[in-house]
C-alpha cells in the first residue's frame, strides 16, 4: 500500500497570508487529490491534480484561492492563498493505486 | 450528482455492544461503496467496500452489504471494543474509482 506524507501536520496563519501544504508518496503515482474537510463536515475535493498537466478543479475552489502543483509523480503541493478564517480545515491529500485510494494523515489548518 | 447520506453522530456504546451506522446513497448506475475509518490524530483509512450489488464487505469484525434494492450500505459489528472509537465515513465513488464522494461521517465513542 501507498505511504503518503503531509507538511506541515498542522499550522496557525493570520488572516491574509498563504500557506503551502506538501504531500509526497513514496511510489509513482498518476493521479493525485487534494480534499477539505471542515470542521465537524465530510470530506470535499477541492482539485485532482495530474502530472504534467493543470490541475482540475471542483465546483466552488479556484486555481487563485488554492493553486496546485504537481512536478514529479510523488510530489505535489497545495497553497492556500490569502487565508481567511473560512479556511480553517483539515487538508488531506490522496492518491489511487490498484482501485484503492490511500490518503495522507492531514494538515490540520487553523486561521486567526 | 452522487451523494450519500450517513446517520449523524457522535454515537457512543459501551464496550461488546452491538453497532449499526446506517448509510444510504444516490447515484447513477453501478457505483462502488466503501466505509472509511479515521481514528484520533490519523488520516483516512479504508475499512471496507464492497463493489456490486449484494456483495458483503468485512474487516476487523466489521461488516456491510450493498443493497442495491435499498441504496444502502449499513455498517455493523457484533461486539465493539474501545479501540473501535473513531470518526468512520460511508463513500462511493463511480466507475473508474475516481471522484469519492463522503458522507458527514459518524464519531463512535466506545466506553468500558
Known amino acids: 500500500s501507498a505511504v503518503i506524507s503531509q507538511k506541515p501536520s498542522r499550522d496557525i496563519c493570520q488572516r491574509g497570508t498563504s500557506l503551502t501544504i506538501q504531500c509526497q508518496v513514496d511510489s509513482q503515482v498518476t493521479m493525485m487529490f487534494w480534499y477539505r474537510q471542515q470542521p465537524g463536515q465530510s470530506l470535499t475535493l477541492i482539485a485532482t491534480a495530474n502530472q504534467g498537466s493543470e490541475a482540475t478543479y471542483e465546483s466552488g475552489f479556484v486555481i487563485d484561492k488554492f493553486p496546485i502543483s504537481r512536478p514529479n509523480l510523488t510530489f505535489s503541493t497545495l497553497t492556500v492563498s490569502n487565508m481567511s478564517p473560512e479556511d480553517s480545515s483539515i487538508y488531506l491529500c490522496s492518491e489511487i493505486t490498484g482501485n484503492e485510494q490511500f490518503f495522507g494523515p492531514g494538515t490540520r489548518l487553523t486561521v486567526l | 450528482g452522487n451523494s450519500v447520506t450517513q446517520m449523524e453522530g457522535p454515537v457512543t456504546l459501551s464496550e461488546e455492544a452491538f453497532l449499526t451506522i446506517n448509510c444510504t446513497y444516490t447515484?447513477?448506475?453501478?457505483?462502488?461503496l466503501f466505509w472509511y475509518v479515521q481514528y484520533p490524530g490519523e488520516g483516512l483509512q479504508l475499512l471496507l467496500k464492497?463493489?456490486?450489488?449484494?456483495d458483503k464487505g468485512s474487516n476487523k469484525g466489521f461488516e456491510a452489504t450493498y443493497r442495491k434494492e435499498t441504496t444502502s450500505f449499513h455498517l455493523e459489528k457484533g461486539s465493539v471494543q474501545v479501540s473501535d472509537s473513531a470518526v468512520y465515513f460511508c463513500a462511493l465513488s463511480g466507475r473508474g474509482y475516481q471522484k469519492v464522494t463522503f458522507g458527514i461521517g459518524t464519531k463512535l465513542q466506545v466506553i468500558p
Open positions: 447515484a447513477t448506475g453501478y457505483p462502488s
Open positions: 464492497a463493489t456490486k450489488a449484494d
